[in-house]
């Protein structure tokens, strides 16, 4: 179940157990909740969370914009993204500042969940002008943004 989905069905939980009375109708709300988040799966309304990105400067990988967002404090944003070569897949976290065209690399790695929860190297800010490959990826994420 996604995080979306889960965090609404433990939400309504939370409130129809903290009412003190337990009436069919809470039951009844809670159960079509329930169900209802299972159908939006099955029929596959949601967004796909990954998205291609068109890399014309790397003709051999294949990258996917897997999610990102904001960092307000900082104005930048955060994105996953993932590469596959030759039947190999490693993933990676950006930090990109759409306004001022620079970026850094957060993260690397074979395994998504370590790139996501690992520690951020202390690279500064870089500009994407020279680096094509760095300008198509962030421009996929500052797009898909509306950045």
């Known amino acids: 179940m996604p995080a979306r989905c889960f965090s609404t069905l433990v939400i309504a939980c939370v409130a129809l157990i903290g ?4 009436t069919p ?3 009844r709300v809670l ?10 799966l099955a029929e596959g309304s949601r967004e796909p ?3 291609l990105i068109r890399a014309p400067s790397d003709k051999e990988a ?11 404090l900082h104005g930048t944003r955060i994105a ?4 596959e070569l030759a039947g190999k897949v490693g ?3 950006i930090e990109v500042d759409c306004a001022e065209r620079s970026m850094r690399v957060l993260a690397l790695s074979g395994r998504r969940s370590f790139v996501e929860a690992g520690l951020s190297r202390p690279v500064e800010l870089s500009s994407i002008v020279d680096r094509p490959l760095r300008r198509e990826l962030a421009a996929a994420v500052c797009a898909k943004n509306g950045a």
């Open 31 to 40: 159960r079509q909740l329930a169900q209802s988040s299972d159908v939006q």
């Open 91 to 93: 993933y990676g976290r």
């Open 25 to 27: 109708d809470r039951e």
């Open 49 to 51: 969370q990954e998205k």
């Open 19 to 22: 009412c003190s009375e337990r």
């Open 62 to 72: 294949r990258y996917f914009l897997i999610k990102s967002r904001a960092r307000l």
């Open 80 to 83: 996953v993204i993932r590469k």
